[in-house]
């Protein structure tokens, strides 16, 4: 059974940083693209970034591009997301996806809230 | 970057009834496109991928259709389970936009 299990989010001051996990089972890890995905409260999902199986390619929205970098340990089965520079705006609940196509699943998500 | 606009964004329906949810693309995306549910204070569950394509486990009930810019998701006689918010999004290029999303309400 595949599982995601992202981990955290929290409180942080404006201009601060955290490092997102998201803990993979079920399924050959190193095979898979992995996402991220986010949510402003009561807003729609938004797009944030996707990483290649291996690593070596990563894709950012224009709006976290130079804040955020995706990353991810194979031999941990985890998948990273490290957000700087953290604004307002930035505040939603950030979801791990596996590969869109067959097979995708989603974390349950973790929720970073920006403020002072 | 590729805008995907979903109609309506918001439609009220009977347990039973058939609906009908467009996603445009606003250029041309061949048949990267998929379909995910969520419900209030839960995670998207993925749908449909390749415009068409049902994920394990999603009933039959789901249907989806489409290429190139415009597509759809058809859901036949509804179910109370139904009732819930569904985005569309685009996976040929990047940024992988998603729709506004289209919530059904009873």
């Known amino acids: 059974e595949v599982q995601l299990l992202e981990s955290g989010g929290g409180l942080v001051q404006p201009g601060g940083s955290l490092r997102l996990s998201c803990a993979a089972s079920g399924f050959t890890f190193s095979s898979y693209v992995m996402n991220w995905v986010r949510q402003a409260p009561g807003k729609g999902l938004e797009w944030v970034s996707t990483?290649?199986?291996?690593?070596?390619?990563?894709y950012y929205a224009g709006s976290v591009k130079g804040r955020f970098t995706i990353f991810r340990d194979n031999s941990k089965n985890t998948l990273y997301l490290q957000i700087n520079s953290l604004r307002a705006e930035d505040t939603a609940v950030y979801y791990c996806?596996?590969?869109w196509g067959s097979g995708n699943y989603w974390g349950q998500g973790t929720l970073v809230t920006v403020s002072s | 970057d590729i805008q995907m606009t979903q109609s309506p964004a918001s439609l009220s329906a009977s347990v039973g009834d058939r609906v009908t949810i467009t996603c445009r693309a606003s250029q041309g995306i061949s048949n990267y496109l998929a379909w995910f549910q969520q419900k209030p204070g839960k995670a998207p569950k993925s749908l449909i991928y390749?415009?068409?394509s049902l994920q394990d486990g999603v009933p039959l009930r789901f249907r989806a259709s489409g290429s190139g810019t415009d597509f759809t998701l058809t859901i036949t006689s509804l179910q109370p389970e139904d009732f819930a918010t569904y985005y569309c999004q685009q996976y040929k290029n990047y940024p992988h936009t998603f729709g506004q999303g289209t919530k059904l309400e009873i």
């Open positions: 996806a596996k590969a």
């Open positions: 390749a415009a068409n």
């Open positions: 990483i290649s199986g291996s690593g070596g390619d990563t």
